[in-house]
């Protein structure tokens, strides 16, 4: 997905969290979800920088969804920004969260596979260390 910058007004920090023992990824903006799964003994990724809004607005219509796959061991977690593949995915048996946030639409100018592959982001997406003001494509 296109994490807005950080200056940008209204929007909020998004966090990544590592499970070592399930080798899984998960990104929240909720400080209660941070520190309840900190105590279950997920590690919180200092370094991860990115953006969202709470919720839908005119400069960032785009969900980025978070789904979870419970019959799985390991990986557990996807997020995405593409509708098609969340439906499809939760057709499949994965469990829909709640959007995490909201960004910036996925470039018109990108083939169907360009956008994808910017707006999946599996479990264990190394995802961006960068603090630049400039947006950031996840």
Known sequence: WNS??????????????YNPYADDHMF???QNEIDKNIKD????????????????????PQAVYRMFN?????HTHLFTALKEEHDRNVALGWVSEAPICYVPALASDKTDEQNQNSAAIVGGF???SSSSSQSEEL
């Open 126 to 128: 190394s995802g961006s």
């Open 4 to 17: 807005p910058a950080k200056d940008t007004p209204g929007v909020e920090k998004i966090y990544r969290l």
């Open 41 to 60: 003994g997920w590690k919180l990724d200092e370094k991860f920088e990115a953006y969202g809004f709470p919720s839908a607005q005119s400069e960032a």
């Open 70 to 74: 419970p019959y799985e061991k390991y």
């Open 28 to 30: 929240t903006t909720a």
